[in-house]
């Protein structure tokens, strides 16, 4: 078990050195990414659950659900709930978004490396550029898995927090 684990650290590192320095970038980005989107998902199981039974209760104990006012309260309590559940998905969705980007970033900054080595030994040795040519396809693929799975899980909470809101809404009826 424990050579496996060191195994699986020796892959890594090997990994994270044929990638380069913009892979590091990457898997940061990536480390950020998925820090909010779990603290999203367990937002909106605990917490936001809590602030939805407050509101309703909160609705239900209400003795004016018709009038103006009150419509406006309605309103505002659904719009306060929307803020703290909608709170980071933007951010997610930047995130999502850079990572192809950074994987682009590693494709030139490989291909330069290749070009510089072809310079330098004069362009035929193909062990020399390999180097360059992992640096360069490493990153895209990195960045393009972390843009696919977070749009995956961006969707997912976008979906549940629309869900979620749409209920709340239904839930807090407009007159008695």
Same mark, same amino acid.
């Given at each position: 078990?424990y050579f496996?684990f060191l195994?699986?650290i020796?892959?890594? #590192?090997?990994?994270? /050195?044929?990638g +380069?320095?913009?892979?590091?970038i990457?898997?940061w980005?990536?480390?950020?990414?998925?820090?909010?989107?779990?603290? =999203?998902?367990?937002?909106?199981n605990? *917490?936001?659950?809590?602030?939805v039974?407050?509101?309703l !209760?909160e609705?239900?104990a209400?003795?004016? *659900?018709k009038?103006?006012? !009150?419509?406006?309260? =309605? *309103?505002? %309590?659904?719009?306060?709930i929307?803020l703290?559940? =909608?709170?980071?998905?933007?951010?997610?969705?930047?995130?999502?978004t850079?990572?192809?980007l950074l994987g682009?970033? +590693?494709t030139?900054t +490989?291909?330069?490396e290749v070009?510089?080595?072809? $310079?330098?030994s004069g362009?035929g040795? $193909?062990?020399?550029? !390999?180097?360059?040519?992992?640096? $360069?396809?490493?990153?895209t693929m !990195?960045? %393009?898995? +972390?843009a696919?799975?977070?749009?995956?899980?961006? #969707?997912?909470?976008?979906?549940?927090?629309?869900?979620?809101l /749409?209920?709340?809404?239904d839930?807090?009826p407009?007159? #008695?």
């Amino acid at each position: 078990m424990y050579f496996a684990f060191l195994d699986i650290i020796d892959s890594v #590192n090997l990994f994270m /050195e044929r990638g +380069g320095s913009v892979l590091t970038i990457i898997a940061w980005l990536l480390f950020v990414k998925w820090s909010l989107v779990f603290e =999203r998902i367990w937002y909106l199981n605990t *917490t936001h659950k809590k602030n939805v039974k407050f509101a309703l !209760a909160e609705w239900n104990a209400r003795s004016d *659900t018709k009038s103006w006012s !009150a419509h406006q309260i =309605r *309103t505002m %309590m659904i719009s306060k709930i929307s803020l703290d559940v =909608r709170n980071t998905l933007p951010i997610i969705e930047v995130l999502v978004t850079i990572c192809p980007l950074l994987g682009l970033i +590693g494709t030139v900054t +490989g291909m330069i490396e290749v070009f510089f080595v072809m $310079a330098v030994s004069g362009g035929g040795d $193909a062990k020399s550029m !390999a180097g360059g040519v992992s640096k $360069a396809t490493i990153p895209t693929m !990195a960045g %393009m898995v +972390g843009a696919i799975s977070g749009i995956f899980a961006s #969707n997912y909470l976008k979906a549940k927090v629309d869900r979620d809101l /749409e209920l709340l809404a239904d839930h807090l009826p407009l007159s #008695n």
